[in-house]
């Protein structure tokens, strides 16, 4: 970990201090990716990583306060998110490629990050303003960029101008992060990955473009 990172109570922690804090918060993704948030302990964490329940408190208030931290770290890896569509085309074959190389990688992030986002997700459902924010923060790169994306399309006369670049986006976006937070559901109904990625594809690019892909 890099910069300065404190403790609870403000103190700054040393190089060892903050290998155990990123032990305690890689034990917790370990955990919630095999147990239903609400039933992982402090006491589970520690033991986990080797330390004791004191030693949690001093670098979090609880067991959500640790997944926050996790879910803010993640939100700094969506951002990468936008590469994939910042100043790419979505003209002919090259822009087929830019739809399919979103979804790729949006299901990629999906998958990797499944245990915190399912908690995110949890923690939004409910009314959480905190985790309702992290889980914007993780959209609205990739939102934005779709937005961007039409919204020159439609400036050189390539998409209806009463088209509104912002409704296409987050509608895509919606759909993309409800499809990824179900693929396991997908699979167990038949439905194999090799089949939801070019719909998927398919979807974003006529949303984005209006228009039938050059395969």
Known sequence: MTGQVRTVDGRVAGRRGQQTRQKLLDCLSEMLSS?????????????KAGTS???????????????LELADQMVTEGAELTEVVQGRTWV???????????VEGFLEFWRRNDA????????????????????????SSVNSS???????????GKVDKDVNPAAIAGAL???????????????????KQAEVKPTLALLVYLGVTGKKPTK
Request: hydrophobic share 45%; net charge positive.
């Open 35 to 47: 147990s239903p948030y609400r039933d992982v302990k402090v006491i589970d964490v520690a033991r």
């Open 53 to 67: 329940p004191a030693t949690f408190y001093q670098y979090f208030p609880d067991v959500e306060g640790a997944v």
């Open 92 to 102: 002919g074959k090259a822009g087929w490629q830019t739809a399919q190389e979103l």
């Open 116 to 139: 915190i986002l399912r908690v995110v997700d949890l923690g939004a459902a409910e009314g959480d303003k905190r985790f309702a924010k992290l889980r914007t923060k993780i959209l």
């Open 146 to 156: 779709l937005s961007d994306s039409v919204a020159g399309l439609q400036a050189k």
């Open 173 to 191: 976006v919606a759909m993309l992060a409800a499809v990824a937070s179900h693929q396991k559901g997908f699979v167990s109904s038949g439905v």
